[in-house]
């Protein structure tokens, strides 16, 4: 998992299992803000046809904050939704992840966390699967 | 005499504490929650997402709950909200080709590879009330199938392959802004898609079927429906490479269109595409109707003076906020233009008097 990866995993997750694991970490680093917890818009973009030229399909929430802890390890985060609690934790975890305790934060927060959204897609999937339809040909007569 | 007046604010205030009483309605029965208007009113949350034009699942509940279920009102919420928003900058677009589907159909290719997947839809219901939903009562859980892996591709690509249908126009010039700069006509194709994602479903509804009765008809087939989550990405400078933001419900219509050629193509099928913000299928085959209707110069097509064809009648209507305030601004006071109009009417019927008493 690369930061791309991780960035991506905790702009994704839901604030209360984000939360839980972090608090299950029992890390409070200190820090110092670089950019407080902001809500903004971003445009998300489509493409017509699916494949064709770029358009603009409306907005979504985003919160965006950045901080850096004491060793001064930089910490960005960008997350969906208007929870600046959430913004603060991915942001915390991000900074985390370039310094010793990144193995720590791996194991205890980002690997579950990959886990359960992973669990949450797979059920899903599954559900879409059970709604497959299996054609079969009616036997015809033969007049 | 223009004679300038103010007051009802006791009226105002009381009839807002009204509105508030009557929003809660009988205190005897539990009130609703926005987490349950999110999860239990989900479709109605993603109509005011789509023509809200924000995606945010708990605001547009929150705004349902405040609008009393007016959904039109709720959108209005959501989009005075979506205004104080600073906007952070745009998305990569999205690959609606990587979605995880939850529902994925064709009524042209029974055999298209991924298969004709239902998902949670009312289609082969029966539409008869169900009244075991009035008591309350625990869901048995849906059942499961082994997944399948990897992305479903879209059904057009094969069409594709053997030039049977239109290819999309590729570029990756940054589409126009309908929130940032006014809309000016002729639009292009990707303000036309702006304006109909978040216009009013029910205007959008009609001109689609308007299509379809005859005005400017095209014949569309549902060459694919799908509903699923993709990621957002972004390019964000002070990372300097893209990440995710996100995730996001679409719903995805392309129409397969007849198009029997013209003086400078060959016969060959043509597209209508709708992309709509959550699981909001009508809205999305409509869209993609009315998006091939307007499609008609840039295809060769005759211009049939059909209203779905005039992309300024369709874009400067669809859009229900600005129509509801146009609307309904005729209700608020007009005390003194009624006034003018009165004090015209009884100057013509004077003089019409005079013209006729002089005559006699």
């Given at each position: 998992m690369d930061r791309k990866d991780w960035m991506g995993l905790l702009a994704r997750a839901p604030a209360d299992i984000l939360a839980d694991l972090w608090d299950g970490l029992g890390l409070s680093p200190a820090y110092r803000w670089l950019r407080a917890p902001e809500v903004g818009g971003v445009m998300v973009q489509g493409r017509a046809g699916g494949t064709g030229a770029p358009f603009n399909l409306g907005e979504m929430t985003v919160t965006r904050c950045a901080l850096t802890l004491a060793d001064g390890a930089v910490g960005h985060a960008y997350v969906q939704g208007r929870d600046k609690r959430q913004a603060e934790q991915a942001a915390l975890v991000d900074a985390l992840m370039q310094g010793p305790e990144a193995g720590r934060v791996r194991g205890g927060l980002l690997e579950p966390l990959a886990a359960q959204m992973q669990a949450r897609d797979s059920t899903r999937a599954a559900k879409a699967a059970a709604t497959k339809v299996e054609f079969f040909t009616l036997v015809r007569g033969d007049d | 005499m223009y004679v300038a007046v103010k007051g009802g604010e006791r009226a105002i205030e009381n009839a807002h504490a009204w509105l508030a009483e009557e929003r809660r309605g009988d205190p005897a029965v539990p009130e609703l929650s926005v987490a349950q208007i999110r999860e239990q009113m989900a479709l109605a949350v993603n109509r005011v997402m789509a023509e809200g034009s924000l995606y945010d699942p708990d605001l547009a509940a929150l705004a349902i709950k405040q609008a009393r279920g007016d959904l039109i009102e709720a959108v209005f919420l959501i989009r005075a909200y979506r205004t104080t928003l600073p906007r952070f900058g745009s998305s990569l677009p999205v690959e609606t080709a990587q979605m995880r589907c939850d529902r994925r159909i064709s009524a042209t290719f029974k055999d298209a590879p991924g298969g004709q997947v239902l998902g949670p839809t009312f289609d082969y219901t029966h539409r008869l009330l169900d009244f075991k939903l009035a008591a309350e009562g625990d869901v048995a859980p849906a059942p499961q199938a082994a997944p399948q892996a990897g992305p479903v591709p879209h059904i057009t690509d094969f069409l594709n392959r053997d030039g049977l249908i239109q290819t999309e126009e590729q570029s990756e010039e940054a589409p126009p802004d309908l929130t940032r700069q006014p809309l000016e006509f002729p639009a292009n194709r990707a303000l036309r898609l702006q304006s109909l994602t978040r216009g009013d479903e029910g205007f959008v509804l009609g001109l689609a079927y308007s299509t379809q009765r005859g005005?400017?008809?095209?014949?569309?087939?549902?060459g694919e429906l799908r509903i699923g989550r993709v990621a957002v990405e972004m390019e964000v400078p002070e990372l300097g490479f893209a990440i995710q933001i996100g995730e996001v419900e679409l719903t995805e219509c392309e129409t397969v269109n007849q198009f029997s050629g013209s003086k400078t193509e060959p016969a060959q099928f043509t597209r209508g595409y709708g992309l709509v913000f959550g699981q909001t299928e009508r809205k999305a085959i409509s869209m993609a109707l009315v998006d091939r209707a307007l499609r008609w110069r840039e295809l060769g097509e005759d211009n049939l003076g059909a209203a779905a064809q005039d992309e300024e009648f369709v874009l400067s209507h669809c859009d229900n906020i600005q129509a509801t305030g146009f609307l309904e601004h005729i209700k608020l006071p007009h005390y003194v233009d009624f006034q003018s109009e009165l004090e015209l009417v009884r100057r013509l019927r004077a003089e019409a008097e005079a013209a006729r008493e002089a005559a006699e």
């Open positions: - | 005005y400017a008809r095209n014949h569309a087939f549902v």
